[in-house]
């Protein structure tokens, strides 16, 4: 079984403040896919960046970064220098190469950028 | 770019009620997915379809049936509503994995309540 946990359930920071939300993930496959995905308060999630197992290379696009190691199964998304428009709930979720299409998904970190 | 478009953003029923909520995509997605989201439970999966006719039960089935008739629509059937399935619900696609391991692309999302 899968299981994604993000301790995290409400984080608040003021802006140009960095944050990281963490993400831990469970699986007995050995490959996988992690991702993040955000929701705004419009509702639609946007998806933010898929990670394979394999690649244990961290990633940046502009003010975000994401730090994939697997010795101790995490996948921390950080955001550097936040703005407002970075509110939203933050998704991680893990996709085993085995399950078919199935994500599993955390439960969200809410997160707060105040002017 | 892909969109998945559900029928509507939010709904309001009835305890017993047939509920139908429909999603379309318009990119040729083998794959679609109904998911509920929960505070606190993240997104869990209700059904998937991987081709037209056919479908697979999530890790939440109980209570709900999905038709898919044709390949850009997927619908998700609440057959006597309850006062429990008063949630958010978002619809995904994304292709069959031999055309690229494509993340899931999602809709906005209907914000059922039922009374």
């Known amino acids: 079984a899968q299981k994604v946990t993000q301790a995290q359930t409400e984080i608040s920071v003021v802006e140009k403040e960095d944050v990281t939300l963490d993400c831990v993930y469970e699986?007995?496959?050995?490959?996988?896919?992690l991702f993040w995905y955000k929701q705004p308060p419009s509702g639609e999630l946007v998806f933010l960046i898929r990670r394979n197992s394999f690649d244990e290379q961290n990633e940046i696009s502009g003010r975000y970064s994401w730090n994939f190691q697997k010795s101790t199964s995490s996948f921390n998304f950080t955001i550097t220098a936040s703005q407002v428009v970075d509110s939203a709930v933050y998704f991680c979720a893990l996709e085993p190469n085995n399950a078919g299409n199935m994500l599993t998904f955390g439960g969200g970190t809410r997160l707060m950028v105040k002017p | 770019d892909v969109k998945v478009t559900q029928s509507s953003r939010y709904l309001v029923k009835r305890t017993g009620e047939k509920v139908f909520l429909e999603c379309v995509q318009d990119?040729?997605?083998?794959?679609m997915f109904w998911y509920r989201q929960d505070p606190g439970l993240g997104l869990r999966l209700i059904y998937f379809?991987?081709?037209?006719?056919?479908?697979e039960k999530g890790d939440i089935p109980e209570g709900y049936s999905v038709s898919r008739e044709k390949k850009e629509r997927f619908s998700l059937i609440l057959e006597s509503a309850s006062t429990n399935q008063t949630s958010m619900y978002l619809c995904a696609s994304r292709p069959t994995r031999d055309r690229g391991n494509q993340p899931q692309h999602f809709g906005d999302g209907t914000r059922l309540s039922i009374l």
């Open positions: 699986t007995r496959d050995t490959t996988y896919y």
């Open positions: 379809s991987y081709d037209v006719k056919m479908k």
């Open positions: 990119m040729d997605h083998e794959n």
